[in-house]
């Protein structure tokens, strides 16, 4: 195989390219931005590149971004995303990359869950011959996120509203105002979101702030 590896921890980068090359497979750019491994993915046209979520200027989801970008102009690139965060929102669009016809492999793994060298070099494998390796814990971590979005649909545009100045910190009277309902219509709404979120009654969680994590996190 030729790989691109985009890894901005030095010793992983270098560990890997190690690895790799031990199992004669040729690592042919090793970058540590995702602005890099885009070029870098232009200008060898590799079988496979390894892309961690997380790297240069903010270190928050560049890697996955660029991955999302290479899945879109070299289709016949694998792409296998190694991290140690499951990032759902570009997670799913990446993977929805799996049904397109002819387009090639696609992997998620975890770099804590990952046990034993011949298991990634396995994964690497099958994604680059065009399968698929993903970590269950990433595919879990998918479905609970696209079932709180169902939750959040089923809501009518009014409990929308509510659940949004909910977010914003305010009071009951606060939303009536600024929605101009009554109190009592207010209440009626956060009852409904509630329930429509499966936010049973509980001693122990404050399901007003539960909501609002539900909306914030979708």
Do not use: C, W
Not at 95 to 106: D, F, K, T, V
Not at 150 to 172: I, K, Y
């Amino acid at each position: 195989m030729r790989i691109v590896i985009a890894e901005d921890s030095a010793v992983i980068r270098a560990g890997l390219i190690e690895i790799l090359a031990d199992r004669g497979h040729e690592t042919v750019a090793a970058v540590d931005d995702a602005e890099d491994l885009r070029a870098a993915v232009d200008d060898y046209e590799p079988d496979v590149a390894v892309v961690d979520v997380r790297m240069p200027p903010s270190y928050s989801d560049e890697g996955i971004r660029a991955a999302i970008a290479i899945r879109r102009d070299h289709p016949n690139i694998g792409v296998l995303v190694f991290s140690q965060y499951v990032e759902t929102r570009h997670a799913a669009e990446l993977l929805g990359a799996l049904s397109r016809r002819g387009a090639a492999g696609i992997g998620y793994l975890l770099k804590d869950r990952v046990g034993n060298v011949g298991e990634f070099v396995d994964a690497l494998t099958r994604v680059a011959s065009g399968g698929t390796a993903l970590d269950p814990e990433v595919v879990t971590q998918l479905l609970r996120a696209a079932r709180r979005t169902d939750d959040l649909d089923a809501l009518t545009p009014r409990e929308h509203d509510v659940l949004s100045l909910m977010a914003e910190g305010r009071t009951n009277g606060a939303i009536a105002g600024t929605l101009v309902i009554s109190e009592r219509a207010v209440e009626k709404n956060i009852a409904n979101i509630f329930t429509k979120l499966g936010l049973a009654p509980s001693d122990s969680d404050h399901r007003r702030v539960l909501a609002v994590l539900r909306y914030l996190e979708s």
